[in-house]
């Protein structure tokens, strides 16, 4: 698996978009937005949050496994098994109970777009997370352009 360390030092490693709510609230745009796609037996990772150590972050993380890691396409998809998505408040992980992931990647492409919206619960408290992302890798050459 990708090491922390590595997540760290590309943290501003993708060019795009990438937002979300928290329980219907205010807009998030997280400042760092990362992209890792699958290699050498990896998973593809997409995260955006709103600092640079992952000590105290708040973002959304959306993991894809072995099986879906070179690429995903799908509508209404819910999180679990090959597809992880996980929020995060102040260093806190909330794990993802219900919900759907629509949008595609293509590992070759270096490109990704997604909608989510999932519970996200941490002991007793649960929170609906939702938004979507549209990222590219930098420094990819990739035939798909991204705005």
Same mark, same amino acid.
Not at 114 to 123: E, H, L, M
């Given at each position: /698996? $990708?090491?922390? !360390?590595?997540?760290?030092?590309? $943290?501003?490693?993708?060019?795009?978009?990438?937002?979300?709510? %928290?329980?219907?609230? #205010?807009? #998030?745009?997280? #400042?760092?937005?990362?992209?890792?796609?699958?290699?050498?037996?990896?998973?593809? %990772?997409?995260?955006?949050?709103?600092?640079?150590?992952? %000590?105290? !972050?708040?973002? #959304?993380?959306?993991?894809?496994?072995?099986?879906?890691?070179?690429?995903?396409?799908?509508?209404?998809?819910?999180?679990?098994?090959? *597809?992880?998505?996980?929020?995060?408040?102040?260093?806190?992980?909330?794990?993802?109970?219900?919900?759907?992931?629509?949008? /595609?990647?293509?590992?070759? !492409?270096?490109?990704?777009?997604?909608?989510?919206?999932?519970?996200?619960?941490?002991?007793? !408290?649960?929170?609906?997370?939702?938004?979507? $992302?549209?990222?590219?890798?930098?420094?990819?050459?990739?035939?798909?352009? *991204?705005?």
């Amino acid at each position: /698996m $990708l090491d922390s !360390q590595e997540i760290e030092k590309n $943290l501003l490693n993708a060019q795009g978009k990438f937002e979300y709510t %928290v329980d219907g609230g #205010v807009v #998030v745009i997280p #400042v760092y937005k990362y992209t890792h796609f699958f290699q050498n037996r990896t998973y593809t %990772v997409f995260i955006g949050r709103d600092t640079d150590s992952s %000590v105290q !972050q708040t973002g #959304v993380h959306l993991l894809f496994t072995y099986d879906k890691s070179l690429e995903f396409w799908g509508g209404d998809v819910p999180p679990g098994g090959d *597809l992880i998505a996980n929020f995060y408040n102040a260093g806190e992980v909330w794990g993802s109970q219900a919900g759907s992931i629509t949008g /595609m990647f293509s590992a070759s !492409q270096g490109a990704a777009f997604f909608q989510f919206d999932f519970t996200a619960q941490r002991n007793s !408290q649960v929170k609906r997370i939702k938004g979507c $992302l549209l990222l590219k890798e930098s420094n990819f050459s990739s035939l798909i352009d *991204l705005v």
